[in-house]
């Protein structure tokens, strides 16, 4: 198998915790806001424990932190949550059993995977945000296992299908990550590199093992992915009207079991947020670490004046998201990130100095590529080297 790039220097585990994808229509919105607050409140129904949980953990624990893993995301495509099985089941099957009621379209229904899946935190060192995407997602779609990526203002996470487990631990090992049977945890003995912060978080369309055999080569991967996209007819569309903050709550004092992450006051703007239903808001929610945000710009006055310290990170440097309404493709769409990603920062031609620094949030069935303000030029002269159409808003 190819060498991507450089190797990072990683921590991977996998959470304990399976979880659900829900797709919510934008035109079923308002439908759904209840559930969706309900998913930064503190309550958490006792059905919804976790074996090693008790309602005593739960009522000292920061609404910030008690799940061990939830991303609510917002695009001018869909809403989408990522969240807990049990969670997906309880909190939003009954209510998507009665609105699908009343809608006569299949498309305009909300949907719950119909397979589980699991997450992979990876922690550590090293890359361009654009290159740890195509670093981190080049085994797996070499392998033929769909993914979701996702990366956050401190780490990134890898969602694959729970029956694909077995198939993520052997592809990891061959990229030269060492499992240590302990701890389910891998390390990548890479080179160091300076993290840099996120610029947005990623997602790859995942479910089932492709039908046909994984490509052999990274460059036949993207050759496959843009044509695909090309014969659904799917057109990137540059969003210049949204310019979106890659920001965090404050880190300092995060525990488990206790309220000092509570940070009313960031609850209290996600709430304002939640209800207004923006044009794009991704928010990431662990057990371990400090909320991260990823939201238009407009959305900040509802977390109040700078000077609070709300929120971590540059307000200054503005993201752009390109979008892609992935619905035309199969749920098993494999490589659709490593593809993407390849294309933008050179991995198949080693042209690293030429790069687009990217990342990319996929959501159920929307992918977005997110460029800083500057680099929006150079991003779709990259995607147009394919002969692939764009739109610009």
């Known amino acids: 198998m190819e060498q991507s790039m450089t190797l990072m220097t990683a921590h991977v585990h996998f959470i304990n915790e399976r979880v659900s994808l829900v797709h919510i229509p934008l035109e079923q919105y308002s439908r759904y806001l209840q559930p969706l607050l309900q998913l930064i409140s503190r309550s958490k129904p006792k059905a919804q424990l976790e074996d090693d949980q008790n309602e005593d953990d739960i009522a000292n624990t920061s609404w910030a932190n008690q799940h061990s893993f939830l991303n609510v995301s917002v695009t001018p495509i869909e809403c989408s949550v990522v969240c807990s099985t049990a969670l997906a089941r309880d909190v939003f099957g009954p209510v998507i059993q009665r ?28 890359l361009e945000a654009g290159q ?52 389910d945890t891998y390390v990548n003995p890479g ?44 057109i990137p569309t540059v969003r210049r009207d949204i310019r979106l903050i890659q920001c ?59 000077e609070n310290n709300v929120l971590l990170g ?24 490593c593809g993407v990603a390849g294309k933008m920062v050179g991995g198949t031609n080693g042209r690293l100095t030429e790069a687009v620094d990217m990342s990319y949030l996929s959501t159920t069935r929307t992918g977005t590529v997110m460029v800083d303000e500057t680099e929006v030029e150079r991003a779709v002269e990259m995607l147009r080297s394919g002969e692939w159409g764009l739109d610009v808003v």
Do not use: W
Request: net charge negative.
């Open 99 to 126: 609105v699908n009621e009343s809608i006569a379209s299949e498309e305009g229904c909300a949907t719950i995977s119909s397979e589980d899946f699991v997450v992979i935190s990876v922690e550590g060192e090293g």
């Open 314 to 337: 540059n307000k200054d440097s503005y993201l752009i998201p390109i979008t892609l309404n992935l619905h035309p493709l199969p749920f098993e769409a494999t490589g659709i990130v």
């Open 191 to 234: 080179a160091h590199h300076h993290r840099h912060p996120s610029s947005a978080s990623s997602l790859d369309a995942a479910s089932h093992s492709p039908a046909t055999p994984p490509p052999t080569s990274v460059h036949e991967l993207q050759v496959r992915t843009f044509s695909l996209l090309k014969r659904r007819d799917i």
């Open 248 to 306: 965090a709550g404050p880190r300092e004092n995060i525990m488990p079991n206790s309220h000092s992450a509570d940070n009313p006051e960031l609850q209290m703007g996600l709430v304002k947020c939640l209800i207004e239903q923006p044009r794009f808001l991704s928010l990431t929610l662990t057990g371990m670490e400090a909320p991260s945000l990823l939201l238009e710009k407009d959305l900040l006055s509802h977390f109040g004046p700078p």
């Open 132 to 183: 740890r995407v195509l670093e981190l997602t080049t085994p797996l779609a070499m392998a033929g296992i769909s993914i979701f990526f996702i990366t956050t203002y401190f780490s990134d996470y890898i969602l694959v299908p729970a029956k694909s487990r077995g198939q993520v631990v052997h592809a990891l090992e061959e990229r030269g990550f060492t499992f240590e049977q302990s701890s």
